[in-house]
């Protein structure tokens, strides 16, 4: 079983930046590909970066594609999104997953293990 937990999160004002972190439990992170979703109030969760075993590939949501940047760092076993010029409907919990597949999970279901979710607030 794999912990996740989630830091970095917080206020800041658009076009800023924050770096979320998600350190994870166990010596098995390397066979997980990794992911964070996210979630606004009243709206579903969804999909925003995933990355692969390796940390070799990575895929985005076209809302967060050129301003968000995935990575993961296996020998301290935790994962990392960059977020920079980040708008006000970049509001939401933000939360990182592992998912024991191949490839790049992108869809919630998809999803094996969850944080606890934090929260970044992004205002005007």
């Known amino acids: 079983q794999v912990q996740l937990v989630e830091s970095g999160g917080g206020l800041v004002q658009a076009e800023g930046s924050l770096r979320l972190s998600c350190a994870t439990s166990g010596r098995t992170f390397s066979s997980y590909a990794m992911g964070w979703l996210r979630q606004a109030p009243g709206k579903e969760r969804e999909f925003v970066a995933a990355v692969s075993r390796s940390g070799g590939s990575t895929y985005y949501a076209d809302s967060v594609k050129g301003r968000f940047a995935i990575s993961r760092d296996n020998a301290k076993n935790t994962m990392y999104l960059q977020m920079n010029y980040l708008k006000p409907e970049d509001t939401a919990v933000y939360y990182c997953?592992?998912?024991?597949?191949?490839?790049?999970?992108?869809?919630?279901?998809?999803?094996?293990?969850w944080g606890q979710g934090t929260q970044v607030t992004v205002s005007s």
């Open positions: 997953a592992a998912a024991s597949a191949i490839g790049l999970p992108r869809s919630a279901a998809q999803y094996r293990y």
